[in-house]
């Protein structure tokens, strides 16, 4: 079987073909099963390839209806996903309506069929990867890192590169590359003979054998590349970089062109509008207004950690003040503490009182956490009493212990006042 013309490789832009079945033929098996994988003499549908998914469309096996608005849905081929080996391009189809009740309304080997191809969605990857291109080139050149990984998804881009930036340099990379959109540059396809392939200088991940399809836009990058492209750079669109991590000893950006990038733009603008009506402030001084947040926030941490010293004291003064009349339990139990308080609490409670003392932290609900020291008695052995008694967890040494238990207040108050009794006689 001969390879299957590319009119995508010759013109980005085909929107709609003619072509003829070679083999259409029930796949029975696999992650394609239920579905039928067609062959043609031509098409104009990208095959997934090079970090960039197949094109999305349909075909037409009855030729009369000329335009695909003619077309009623029952009678459309659904191309689900398309793949090359060898050459040999397999449109992997659903049939729906009436198509999809019988196989043998498919198209037999030598019809001709009509191919409609989803330009919005092709233009809109051509957006992307030919911004990439600007991209990677630009990186190259001036930083001389390589682009070691590439994956266009439908939302956004994520491009690897194996070196890393500062934050000025991210800046510099977003201008640099916006203006060679705004430079309106025209894209260049071509297949070098292999004499000049020796001495053309391109961007290409991996050694390639054969017929090499070169992309160049003027200065700014050239490279082996196997995907629909924009004609002109300006068709890209604004550039935008949305994020820049660490990644594998270098860096992963996540970029968006064109229409990708205009929804991302309205989509921080309308969060930086809601901030700014929750803070009360201009949307030019978000910032600032969380910034501002922030400082409350923490000056109310500090005022919640002194208030909470203070009931700490108070509920030991009133333990103490107990201790001459009778024999209190001194467990201290609270919905929330800040836990250097807890320790403290816990800490001051063994000066003063004999045997156990702790402060337990939570609710019936959730658990509590515990923090419990003694100046006359070892902890650990509590600890394995609580975790016989009441299926607690922690740990600790002799002086201290701390965990978890998953038991009623109730409960625990009783299982120590046992322990304390115990103790006592």
């Not at 992963?252 to 990038?261: E, K, L, P």
């Not at 400082?295 to 909470?308: M, S, T, V």
């Amino acid at each position: 079987m001969n390879s299957t013309i590319r009119l995508y490789d010759l013109d980005s832009y085909v929107r709609e073909f003619d072509a003829e079945v070679l083999s259409c033929e029930k796949i029975t098996a696999g992650m394609y099963s239920g579905m039928y994988g067609m062959i043609l003499d031509r098409t104009a549908f990208f095959p997934e390839g090079g970090g960039q998914a197949s094109d999305t469309g349909y075909f037409l096996p009855d030729r009369r209806l000329s335009t695909s608005e003619e077309a009623p849905e029952e009678n459309r081929l659904i191309v689900k996903d398309v793949h090359i080996s060898d050459g040999i391009i397999t449109h992997y189809i659903e049939p729906a309506g009436a198509f999809e009740a019988s196989c043998e309304m498919l198209p037999a080997p030598g019809t001709q069929i009509k191919g409609y191809v989803d330009f919005a969605v092709r233009f809109d990857r051509m957006q992307q990867h030919s911004g990439e291109h600007l991209l990677s080139g630009h990186v190259s050149r001036l930083f001389g890192y390589s682009n070691v990984g590439f994956h266009l998804s439908d939302d956004v881009t994520t491009v690897d590169f194996d070196g890393t930036f500062s934050d000025t340099d991210l800046k510099n990379i977003e201008i640099a590359v916006n203006e060679a959109v705004y430079s309106n540059t025209a894209c260049e396809i071509f297949y070098p003979s292999p004499e000049e392939l020796i001495t053309l200088e391109y961007r290409s991940k991996k050694e390639l054998e054969g017929a090499v399809r070169i992309v160049r836009f003027g200065n700014f990058d050239t490279c082996a590349c196997c995907a629909p492209h924009v004609k002109r750079s300006g068709e890209i669109g604004l550039f935008k970089i949305l994020s820049a991590e660490h990644f594998r000893g270098g860096t992963r950006m996540t970029i968006v062109y064109g229409m990708r990038a205009l929804k991302a733009f309205a989509g921080f603008q309308d969060s930086v509008r809601s901030i700014s009506q929750l803070l009360s402030v201009k949307p030019d001084e978000v910032a600032e207004g969380v910034f501002k947040l922030k400082d409350n926030e923490k000056n109310l941490k500090f005022e919640n950690i002194r208030l909470e010293k203070e009931l700490f004291a108070e509920k030991i003064d009133l333990l103490t003040q107990q201790s001459r009349t009778n024999s209190p339990v001194p467990f201290i139990f609270t919905e929330k503490a800040n836990t250097d308080n807890a320790r403290e609490a816990a800490n001051r409670l063994a000066e003063i009182f004999p045997g156990y003392c702790g402060v337990f932290t939570g609710n019936d609900c959730d658990g509590y956490s515990f923090i419990i020291g003694s100046k006359d008695s070892d902890c650990t052995a509590l600890m394995n009493i609580l975790k016989t008694e009441l299926d607690a967890g922690g740990g600790g040494k002799k002086t201290m212990i701390q965990g978890k238990v998953f038991k009623p207040r109730e409960t625990i108050l009783n299982t120590l006042k046992q322990l304390s009794r115990s103790a006592a006689s």
